[in-house]
């Protein structure tokens, strides 16, 4: 079974604050992806990893950053939180082999950040 | 411009009968669909996929269509069960997009005892 684990379900944070969401996957994939989602919005891409140390941006970059030095974690970064980051945040991975189209992606339990 | 399109934003059915779910896409590159389900306050789970070479999938109780000339897929659930009420989302990637996704809005299905 993929697991995708999220290192809080619930986070509180003040505006200003530096926050640091963190995702592992235990299933070797070369992908990974965070997006954050909000209601009537749907699953918008922030950023996303090939490989170690590789990013990409996505949809809604703005106001975040990423980190990938190992392959098994991505970590999302508010460099200085604001209210209106507050949302779910969600973590995925896939095997991202293309000749296969295993574009499956597999998400983690989610983090509800609220931005005071 | 959206990609992927989910217009109904809910749906109520009765248990024990069908529920479908539409999803419409605007890019002709697209060649593989998933649904997933989501619960509140937890991640998407992948429910079932399909690839542009299909029309039909199915697993258990879910089967999804697809009607490449009308850029349209639907996700059956037969029949409806009260835990089937959740949130599902279409998405769609194109070969060579190294495994991006664009996701719809989301459907909320309501299934009623």
């Known amino acids: 079974d993929v697991k995708v684990t999220q290192s809080s379900r619930y986070l509180v944070k003040r505006t200003g604050e530096k926050v640091f969401l963190e995702c592992v996957q235990d299933?070797?994939?070369?992908?990974m992806f965070w997006y954050r989602q909000d209601p009537g919005l749907g699953l918008r891409l922030i950023y996303f990893?090939?490989?170690?140390?590789?990013?990409e941006k996505g949809d809604i970059p703005e106001g975040y950053s990423v980190s990938r030095e190992k392959k098994e974690r991505f970590s999302l970064i508010l460099e200085s939180a604001s209210t209106n980051q507050t949302s779910m945040y969600l973590c995925a991975s896939s095997p991202g082999d293309i000749t296969l189209r295993t574009d499956t992606q597999y998400f983690g339990p989610g983090t509800r950040l609220t931005v005071l | 411009d959206q990609q992927v399109k989910q217009n109904s934003p809910s749906l109520s059915v009765q248990e024990g009968r069908i529920s479908i779910l539409n999803c419409d896409y605007t890019?002709?590159?697209?060649?593989?669909f998933l649904w997933y389900k989501k619960y509140p306050a937890e991640g998407p789970t992948f429910l079932i996929s399909i690839s542009s070479i299909k029309d039909k999938n199915e697993d258990g109780r879910f089967t999804v269509f697809l009607n490449k000339s009308a850029k349209h897929l639907s996700l059956h659930i037969v029949p409806s069960q009260p835990g089937d009420s959740a949130v599902y989302f279409c998405?769609?990637?194109?070969?060579?997009?190294?495994?991006?996704?664009?996701f719809g809005k989301g459907t909320k299905l309501s299934v009623k005892p």
């Open positions: 998405a769609a990637s194109e070969g060579g997009s190294q495994g991006n996704l664009i």
């Open positions: 890019n002709s590159m697209f060649d593989y």
């Open positions: 299933m070797d994939h070369e992908n």
């Open positions: 990893s090939y490989d170690v140390k590789m990013k």
